[in-house]
């Protein structure tokens, strides 16, 4: 056999053999170039919006009304005679059997009490040893008619020690009683006064209006009688 032309023959197959395996399928399965490799990085995620908090509606407060101030209730109406005795808290008897009412119709003023006054010029002391003072007015539900008013009064205030250092101007349904004196008109302290004033009443009720000038004006007892 001629080898010189064999050797070459078969170096030449062998050489198209290995040409053609360095393109298999299979070298391209298993060998990729950095081009042929493709990198897919996933989006980032995009966060959901976040809601803004939601605030419950705050109530406004309820305006704060201020309560009703109870009114002083009205008079009873007694058809008179009516006796009302100034700073007492229940009826009293006097000591020929009359009843007076406790105090009653006046509007503003206080209450003054000396249990143990000596009271002259009358026979029921217990009548002026209570007292309103400083009142403005005072009035009673009364059917129209013609009375007589008896206006009680004693100085029973220690402070007061002589005439003129309490004087003040009543009216009675019209009739006027100026720079009233309690100490002239009575004669000193702890001495019972009645003044008297016959009057016509129109308007369903007895009015009576006090107005200082001295001091505060003072009162112990009213009585409205029926005048025929």
Same mark, same amino acid.
């Given at each position: 056999?001629?080898?010189?032309? *064999?050797?070459?023959g078969?170096v =030449? ?5 290995l040409f053609?395996?360095?393109? /298999?399928?299979?070298e391209q399965?298993c060998?990729k170039t950095?081009?042929?490799?493709? +990198?897919v990085? %996933? %989006?980032p995620?995009?966060? %959901?919006? &976040? ?6 509606p705050v109530?406004a407060? %309820?305006?704060v009304?201020?309560? +009703? ?6 008079p009873?109406?007694v058809?008179?005679p009516v006796? $009302?005795?100034?700073?007492?808290? =229940? ?6 059997g009359n &009843? ?7 509007t #503003?003023? #206080? +209450?003054?009490e000396? /249990?143990?006054?000596?009271i002259a010029?009358?026979k029921?002391?217990?009548?002026y040893?209570?007292?309103? !003072?400083?009142m ?6 009364v059917?129209?008619?013609? !009375? ?6 004693a100085?029973? !205030?220690? =402070? ?9 101007? *009543? ?5 006027? *009683?100026?720079d *009233?004196?309690?100490?002239?008109? =009575?004669?000193? /302290?702890n001495?019972?006064? @009645?003044e008297? &004033? ?8 007895l009015?009576i209006?006090f ?7 003072? $009162?112990?007892g @009213?009585? $409205?009688?029926?005048?025929?």
């Amino acid at each position: 056999m001629n080898y010189k032309r *064999f050797v070459p023959g078969v170096v =030449a197959v062998f050489t198209i053999f290995l040409f053609a395996g360095c393109q /298999s399928p299979k070298e391209q399965c298993c060998t990729k170039t950095p081009a042929q490799v493709t +990198t897919v990085t %996933a %989006a980032p995620a995009t966060p %959901a919006p &976040v809601a803004a908090p939601t605030t419950a509606p705050v109530a406004a407060p %309820a305006p704060v009304v201020a309560p +009703t101030p109870a009114a002083t209730p009205a008079p009873t109406p007694v058809v008179p005679p009516v006796r $009302i005795k100034a700073g007492l808290s =229940a009826p009293f008897t006097d000591s020929e059997g009359n &009843v007076w009412l406790p105090d009653q119709g006046f509007t #503003d003023g #206080d +209450t003054y009490e000396l /249990s143990d006054a000596q009271i002259a010029n009358t026979k029921t002391p217990a009548i002026y040893r209570t007292e309103r !003072y400083n009142m403005t007015s005072f009035s009673y539900p009364v059917p129209n008619g013609k !009375y007589t008013v008896k206006l009680h009064f004693a100085e029973i !205030y220690d =402070a007061i020690t002589g005439p003129g250092m309490r004087v003040f101007s *009543f009216n009675v349904e019209g009739q006027e *009683f100026k720079d *009233f004196d309690i100490w002239v008109k =009575a004669g000193g /302290s702890n001495r019972a006064y @009645i003044e008297t &004033v016959d009057v016509e009443v129109t308007d369903g009720k007895l009015d009576i209006t006090f107005t200082p000038k001295e001091e505060n004006p003072k $009162i112990n007892g @009213i009585e $409205i009688l029926p005048r025929s």
